[in-house]
């Protein structure tokens, strides 16, 4: 009877020490998922977003609006994501239609074109803020979420710069 109490202890602690490090792990890759959904978006709206007659001179002009409008097609695609917010209002607002990520808010800006050059060319440069709550996949841990006055929120932020290379 005590080896069988001992077993059951052991399966008791092992789970309560493995949640913690696989939740970690989803983190991680949720992060990843993120990170690269961002980078793909920006890249689509940047290549979508240029004015034609300024690529002639080398000069990234951007039209601010079709670049957030490009972005968050883009973004939803990636993560089949649903836009709450509109395209023209400040940060951009995604809804899960499947729950998989919570609400997730970006922050686009765009540097205007005469701050930064590179050999000559005028180069934009777009910083890119994400924030959205951790939707936690273990059971214990989602109730233990719950009981939390603060929500576990994931935040990314890269920079993207835009330019014409000849």
Do not use: H
Not at 99 to 108: A, K, P, Q
């Amino acid at each position: 009877m005590r080896s069988i109490a001992v077993a059951i202890l052991v399966i008791v602690l092992l789970v309560a020490i493995l949640q913690p490090l696989i939740e970690t792990s989803n983190v991680l890759k949720e992060k990843v998922t993120l990170g690269a959904a961002i980078l793909n978006s920006c890249r689509a709206a940047r290549s979508n977003a240029l004015n034609d007659e300024d690529m002639r001179d080398l000069n990234a002009y951007i039209n601010e609006t079709m670049f957030k409008q490009y972005f968050a097609e883009a973004f939803c695609e990636t993560l089949e994501l649903d836009l709450i917010s509109p395209i023209g209002a400040g940060d951009l607002v995604f809804s899960s239609p499947s729950g998989r990520w919570g609400v997730i808010t970006v922050s686009l800006q765009l540097d205007s074109p005469s701050d930064l050059y590179f050999s000559g060319r005028e180069v934009i440069k777009a910083d890119i803020s994400l924030s959205t709550p951790y939707v936690f996949r273990m059971s214990l841990l989602r109730e233990t979420a719950g009981l939390l006055p603060s929500a576990f929120m994931i935040t990314e932020t890269r920079g993207f710069e835009v330019q014409i290379i000849n």
